[in-house]
Nanobody, 115 residues
Framework: QVQLVESGGGLVQAGGSLRLSCAAS????????VGWYRQAPGKQRELVAT???????TYADSVKGRFTISRDNAKNTLYLQMNSLKPEDTAVYHC?????????WGQGTQVTVSS
């Protein structure tokens, strides 16, 4: 069983930065495909960024050039550095881990960007 705990969300003004973290338990982090998704009120959950177990990166067009995803396998931790935040980035951000054909989600952390 994999447990994911996100942290780092909060309230920030437009143009500001936040760094999200996702700590994973279970000892399989290095073999996993991991990523961040977000869900704004009244909208479907959408992909923000992913990084495969081989290091391949994927970003949503809306965050390219502003967000950076990274992973530290030694610490079993996933990060999302978010710069130049916009009000439309406001959402609950969820960590996702896919390993051995199983899909795991964290409880989410709220990011609110004020204009």
């Amino acid at each position: 069983q994999v447990q994911l705990v996100e942290s780092g969300g909060g309230l920030v003004q437009a143009g500001g930065s936040l760094r999200l973290s996702c700590a994973a338990s279970g000892g399989i982090f290095g073999a996993a495909h991991v990523g961040w998704y977000r869900q704004a009120p009244g909208k479907q959950r959408e992909l923000v960024a992913t990084v495969s177990n081989s290091g391949r990166l994927t970003y949503a067009d809306s965050v390219k050039g502003r967000f950076t995803i990274s992973r530290d396998n030694a610490k079993n931790t996933l990060y999302l550095q978010m710069n130049s935040l916009k009000p439309e980035d406001t959402a609950v951000y969820h960590c996702n881990v896919v390993v051995f054909n199983k899909n795991y989600w964290g409880q989410g952390t709220q990011v609110t960007v004020s204009s």
